[in-house]
């Protein structure tokens, strides 16, 4: 006698079936396996599992488990799940060639303090999946599958020790330190290092110890997220949806509509690259760096305008870019969302950090070479429209240095240099040369006091920065208050 089972290839289960059935421990289904049993189905499953993994067999298929965890398993081969059903599976403080589950379906995978080379699911149904302090030399991917809740805690990518020859370099670099989400359904969050109490609590249950859940980084070549379909429940329109806190690596997100906010916090980002996704609500990056090398193909980089579409808003909080052209365009997406939603003063803000940014690029191209021109022109506009009344955001400004200059720094220029004579001699009180200052700042010009000598080039000067800055309170005023 042995089990009914019959894997996929043809061949048959060679187990002992369990008294009473005609499956062996792991085959039998549950229902079967409880009425023989009751409860004790569990441990005896439980056992044989084990036992099995104990003895070196990583492939499981159609079989079913209850809660299993693997500890302390220090294997090269990958452990395999295929058509199977498991309620928990937990892998902790092991090092293990790799993991993949293939047409199953559990409710909720932990890997904690685990090395492994690659993490593969795919056509599987899972309520949730959680990695924590998670180290692997291959990529992580999750693809084909309904998967609730994604949480993955400090997962690091770390280079396997084997070097790639020299022709297989471009396509392994390619396909390693890869995190993959890719065409999944049903998810309800994706979170990096995002809190969760839960976790520490299901943990704690199976005896596990965590110091910190969260206070770690996760490090990946690239995080892809690509084609996922959310939960469309009205219950979780108003969260974040996708979480991502210290993470350090490439961003590429693709083909996605999400219900809800994005946040991004505490990140290194490198290239960001969005290709058809919309935000039903608003993204957030606070603290975070984007950094990218300078030969970004600009040609590609003015689609992300197009490629992402917020519907609230995009708010940028302390971030910092090392390539303007970037920051120009996240800080124009961010401007024209608040436009969109009329707060004027938060799209001015950005409007601003826009112009500095584009400023910037005309330093990055002198700095490359190309033209001294460009410097010049940076450092008049930086004068003229950023010092003056930050491209025309600020009407509180141009007023403070108007009345600063004019009753302050000219008259004390003028009386130092005693350059102001009335019916012939120098003033005497300085409030006069204040009076005179004013005069000529507003090209009233009485001609009761006149200067001389150096006073002469004060004055003009002077006529020519008052007369300048009136037009700039003006613009600026109409700009913010006449449309
Ligand atoms: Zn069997």
């Not at 800080?331 to 009329?342: H, I």
């Amino acid at each position: 006698m042995m089990c009914e089972y019959v894997y996929e290839n043809g061949q048959k289960c060679r187990t002992k079936p369990l008294k009473g059935s005609n499956f062996c421990s792991l085959h039998i289904p549950y229902e079967e396996g409880e009425l023989l049993y009751g409860e004790k189905i569990k441990e005896i499953k439980k056992k044989a599992f084990l036992k099995k993994i104990r003895r070196g067999i990583t492939y499981f298929e159609g079989v079913y488990l209850y809660d299993v965890r693997i500890s302390d398993l220090k294997i090269e081969q990958t452990i395999v799940f295929k058509n199977s059903k498991i309620k928990t599976l937990i892998v902790d403080s092991s090092e293990i060639g790799g993991l993949t589950i293939y047409g199953s379906s559990i409710e909720r995978i932990i890997i904690v303090k685990t090395t492994l080379k690659t993490l593969m699911i795919t056509r599987s149904n899972i309520f949730g999946f959680n990695a924590l302090e998670v180290n692997f030399s291959g990529s992580i991917y999750l693809k084909n599958s309904e998967i609730r809740y994604i949480m993955m805690n400090s997962f690091h990518y770390t280079k396997g020790e084997e070097k790639p020859s020299e022709e297989e370099y471009g396509e392994r670099s390619k396909a390693y330190g890869r995190v993959e989400l890719t065409n999944l359904s049903g998810v309800r969050r994706i979170g990096i290092n995002s809190r969760y109490p839960l976790l520490r609590q299901i943990l704690e249950e199976h005896g596990i110890k965590v110091s910190d859940i969260s206070r770690k980084h996760a490090k990946a070549e690239i995080l892809a997220i690509s084609g996922v379909q959310f939960d469309e429940n009205p219950r979780f329109k108003r969260q974040v949806r996708i979480l991502l806190r210290a993470f350090n690596g490439q961003l590429l997100m693709e083909n996605l509509e999400i219900p809800g906010h994005v946040q991004v916090t505490q990140s290194k980002i490198k290239l960001p690259e969005f290709v058809h996704v919309r935000i039903l609500n608003n993204i957030i990056f606070r603290k975070v760096r984007f950094y990218s090398d300078t030969t970004w193909n600009l040609t590609v980089l003015p689609n992300l305008v197009a490629e992402l579409d917020v519907e609230g808003f995009m708010l940028l909080e302390d971030c910092q870019f090392n390539n303007p052209y970037i920051e120009e365009i996240f800080y124009r997406l961010a401007r024209t969302s608040w436009e969109r939603g009329g707060d004027k003063d938060k799209a001015d803000e950005y409007y601003y950090k826009e112009m500095v940014a584009k400023r910037k690029q005309r330093m990055t191209a002198y700095r490359r070479g190309k033209r001294k021109i460009f410097l010049i022109e940076s450092y008049v506009e930086w004068l003229l429209a950023d010092l003056t009344c930050k491209y025309g955001t600020t009407w509180k400004r141009p007023i403070v240095i108007w009345i600063i200059t004019v009753n302050i720094i000219f008259p004390i220029l003028f009386y130092i240099t005693k350059s102001v004579e009335g019916s012939g001699v120098p003033l005497k009180s300085f409030l006069d040369y204040v009076y005179f200052s004013i005069v000529t700042a507003t090209t009233l010009g009485y001609g009761d006091l006149h200067p001389v000598g150096i006073g002469r080039v004060l004055a003009s000067g002077e006529a020519i920065f008052g007369m300048f800055m009136w037009a700039v309170l003006l613009t600026v005023f109409a700009r913010k208050y006449m449309r």
